[in-house]
């Protein structure tokens, strides 16, 4: 049995629908909570996939949340090592960090549900299946520049790196392909504050309907693309 390691920043962005496909591709599944567990004491290179999960902090807070700098000393030597290793959303964006990128504030919050822009590269790669017509949730208000050496595979108008691999084994993503319909309730709780300071055409109302009536179709492509990706990495 292979095994996962998930660093989770608040509880209400879980592994999700990933962590469904990854109990299918027979996973062992662990998770540390940022902030309560040591993640100094974690080995990088003990378990066979990385997952850094998303959260409302900046990748550049290290002073004041020191806890990113031992998860930051994580993935660069993971990275280093060619490790299968997942980023999602901050996850991502700490991956970008440990490979020498610039995270910084985007020039608007991207939050809500539309498609992706496939790269070339992209439409070749594990993320084939949402390319184009397929919406996806983003929720952000940071974004990146490209890591020297990475691959970029996805872009949105607000955001040009929405997703890139580097090395044979790893993959950022700034959307939320693991997003399930029937947990948003919690992510709308928890950035209840966030979710009152934007458009006034951003609501709990409206992101609560978009993802009843999106989630259950991005579902099946999403498993798809984290299928093909766990099918690489894992050998």
Known sequence: MRSALAIRHVAFEGLGLLGDVLAEHDYQIEQVEAGVDDLAAIDPNKTDLLVVLGGPIGAGDQALYPFLADEL???????????????????AQLMA????????????KEIGWSPVSLSEAGRASMLRSIDGAVP?????????????????????????HQ????????????FHLEV???????????????????????????LRAETQRLAPGLAPH??????????EVSG
């Open 73 to 91: 000393r994580c993935l660069e030597a993971r990275l280093a090592a060619g490790r299968p290793t997942l980023g999602i959303c901050l996850g």
């Open 222 to 231: 999403a498993a798809n693309c984290f299928r093909s990706w766990l099918a």
């Open 163 to 174: 997703a890139f691999r580097w090395g044979p084994a790893a993959l950022g993503l700034q």
């Open 180 to 206: 399930v319909a029937s947990e948003i309730e919690r992510w709308l709780i928890g950035h209840a504050c966030e979710i009152a300071a934007l458009s006034p055409a951003i609501t709990v109302t409206t």
């Open 97 to 108: 960090v440990a490979l020498g990128a610039r995270v910084y504030p985007a020039r608007q």
């Open 136 to 160: 996806v949730l983003h929720w952000h208000g940071d974004t990146f520049d490209l890591p020297a050496g990475a691959t970029l595979l996805a872009s949105t108008e607000t955001c040009p």
